[in-house]
């Protein structure tokens, strides 16, 4: 509700000093009279003396209000301060014999923990020490699997492309001699042509019995290149295969190695816990008596400490009073110093 009446106050406060303002600008609404602040004198329109008035009224408003906010801070600071050694003298008290038998319980239980933290660690890096064993056999295990692996491949590709080049350079050359024998065959008919035109039918029957024998030959050329390809597909195949099945055998020999390497770490493992157990009970039943030493040494230590903190809190607590007390008698005078100024 304060917080809508505020706002409601403020924004006809902001409507009331702009209208104020830019109805009372221009030549019109000039100063008739001087008007000056500390030798400074102010010209223009009553509209900007106007708008000088609110500024000067918006930062008393600000000082007023830091100087509230200030004031209501120490007071509450004052009571806080007295409330809060009220109830520490009320339960120091009481809180002294819980704080003794907390201390010693927890000095107890600190110790146990202390020594079981102990003993997991130690099992834990031996643990993660076997671990780490084993992911590195593993790790180059697989990295001896990949690189046979890598071998046979490259192997494969290299025959693949040897065979590939021999199957492209036969086929050049049967290219080749197709394009003689067509070449020779052309001559042939020119020449026969040329020389005689009049047993034009005897030519023909030459030249075509010469180009049959041609693509007869070229045909053969032809199968017997295809034929070659063949074979050096198949024996890529074969080359293949093999080495598909050497990288078989390798990647099982590998994993039976790993799988052993495994078994070993974890026996090695349990036998080490096992015996990290052992001493960890013995030492746990060392520490026990320990501790039950170390408590009746601290229960006298703890009673002298005690004695001392109190006598410190009082001194404390003393010198809070005495510090509120004055910033309490401050305030009277700070409130009527600005009165006076004004």
């Keep these: 509700m304060f917080v809508v009446l505020g706002l409601i106050i403020l924004v006809a406060a902001v409507v009331v000093g702009v209208a104020g303002v830019f ?58 301060a007295r409330r809060e050694l009220k109830q520490s003298r009320g ?27 102990r003993a997991d660690e130690a099992t834990r890096s031996e643990r993660a020490r076997a671990d780490e064993t084993a992911r590195a056999a593993a790790a180059r295990a697989d990295e001896t699997a990949r690189s046979e692996r890598a071998r046979a491949d490259e192997a494969t590709r290299s025959e693949r492309a040897r065979s590939d080049e021999a199957t492209r350079s036969e086929t050049a050359r049967a290219g080749d001699e197709t394009a003689r024998a067509d070449e020779t065959a052309r001559a ?51 080359e293949t295969a093999h080495a598909d099945e050497t990288a078989r055998a390798e990647t099982v020999r590998s994993d039976e190695a790993t799988r052993s390497e495994t078994a070993r770490s974890d026996e090695a493992t349990r036998a080490k816990t096992a015996r990290s157990d052992e001493a960890t009970r013995s030492e746990t039943a060392r520490s026990d008596e320990a501790t039950r030493s170390e408590t009746v040494r601290s229960d006298e230590a703890t009673r002298a400490k005690t004695a001392r903190s109190d006598e410190t809190a009082r001194a404390k607590t003393a010198r809070a009073d005495e510090a509120t007390r004055a910033q309490q008698n401050s305030l009277p005078r700070d409130h009527h110093d600005p009165g006076q100024g004004g």
């Design 23 to 80: 109805n009372n600008v221009g030549s019109g609404h000039a100063l008739t009279h001087g008007f000056s602040v500390f030798g400074y004198h102010v010209t223009g329109s009553t509209g900007a003396l106007f708008l000088y008035g609110i500024v000067v009224g918006a930062a008393a408003m600000l000082g007023l209000g830091l100087l509230l906010a200030g004031a209501r801070r120490t007071s509450h600071r004052g009571r806080a």
């Design 91 to 117: 339960q120091t008290a009481v809180s002294q014999d819980r704080d003794l038998i907390g201390q010693r319980e927890s000095a107890q239980a600190e110790a146990t923990r202390a020594e079981t933290a």
């Design 188 to 238: 042939e008919r020119a020449r026969s042509d040329e020389t005689a035109r009049a047993e034009t039918a005897h030519a023909d029957e030459a030249t075509r019995s010469e180009t049959a024998r041609a693509d007869e030959t070229a045909r053969a050329k032809t199968a017997r290149a295809d034929d070659k390809t063949a074979r050096a597909d198949e024996t890529a195949r074969a």
